[in-house]
T-cell receptor
Framework: GAVVSQHPSRVICKSGTSVKIECRSL??????MFWYRQFPKQSLMLMAT?????????EQGVEKDKFLINHASLTLSTLTVTSAHPEDSSFYIC???????????FGDGTRLSIL | RKEVEQDPGPFNVPEGATVAFNCTYS??????FFWYRQDCRKEPKLLMS???SGNEDGRFTAQLNRASQYISLLIRDSKLSDSATYLC?????????????FGTGTRLKVLA
């Protein structure tokens, strides 16, 4: 079935570092991908909708200059957390619009820890 | 008020018990509804879609009441492996795009 590969799965880095997370659709094309963030014991919160070949649509309260999204091809979207700080530590997860009877195909998530 | 609300639990039930989760949504323009299961530190996995006519998949039954904007999930004969967080998810279109809104999830612990 359709698979979404997310990389890296775990990142630990110092405050001020920029971190890039990749989300790839394998064996299918994804015009639209979604980026979510999940803090402990909370729900997945949609950060932005990534559209191939156009600008991402950010949710209210999400800083577009801090969370840079690039969706340059039909199989790859990237999220860059610029100048990350400890409060950015979270579980980041991407998904691609669904195929078949699956509404979304999720990546495995990236656990980001900023020291 | 959150757009999709769930009782966070935890629901602690013995093996073999029947347990029901509820979810309410506030936006009447919501179009599709789903239950997802999320294990700790993992990505959500689709459990089932939810239809007005109700649908059943083995031990799991989901129901949608559009008039009351209410969704339910019933798990019969609970297994230890059912322990997880159950997420209610609503799909709707907004401002030329579309999005999935997740509830905070209901934690279930099935006890031996």
């Amino acid at each position: 079935g359709a698979v979404v590969s997310q990389h890296p799965s775990r990142v630990i880095c110092k405050s001020g570092t920029s971190v890039k997370i990749e989300c790839r659709s394998l064996d299918f094309q994804a015009t639209t991908m979604f980026w979510y963030r999940q803090f402990p014991k909370q729900s997945l919160m949609l950060m932005a909708t990534s559209n191939e070949g156009s600008k991402a649509t950010y949710e209210q309260g999400v800083e577009k200059d801090k969370f840079l999204i690039n969706h340059a091809s039909l199989t790859l979207s990237t999220l860059t957390v610029t100048s990350a700080h400890p409060e950015d530590s979270s579980f980041y997860i991407c998904s691609a619009e669904g195929t078949g009877d699956q509404p979304q195909h999720f990546g495995d998530g990236t656990r980001l820890s900023i020291l | 008020r959150k757009e999709v609300e769930q009782d966070p639990g935890p629901f602690n039930v013995p093996e073999g018990a029947t347990v029901a989760f509820n979810c309410t949504y506030s936006n009447s323009a919501s179009q599709s509804f789903f239950w997802y299961r999320q294990d700790c530190r993992k990505e959500p996995k689709l459990l089932m879609s939810v239809y007005s006519s109700g649908n059943e998949d083995g031990r799991f039954t989901a129901q949608l009441n559009r008039a009351s904007q209410y969704i339910s999930l019933l798990i019969r004969d609970s297994k230890l492996s059912d322990s997880a967080t159950y997420l209610c998810v609503v799909f709707r279109r907004a401002s030329g795009t579309y999005k999935y809104i997740f509830g905070t999830g209901t934690r279930l612990k099935v006890l031996a």
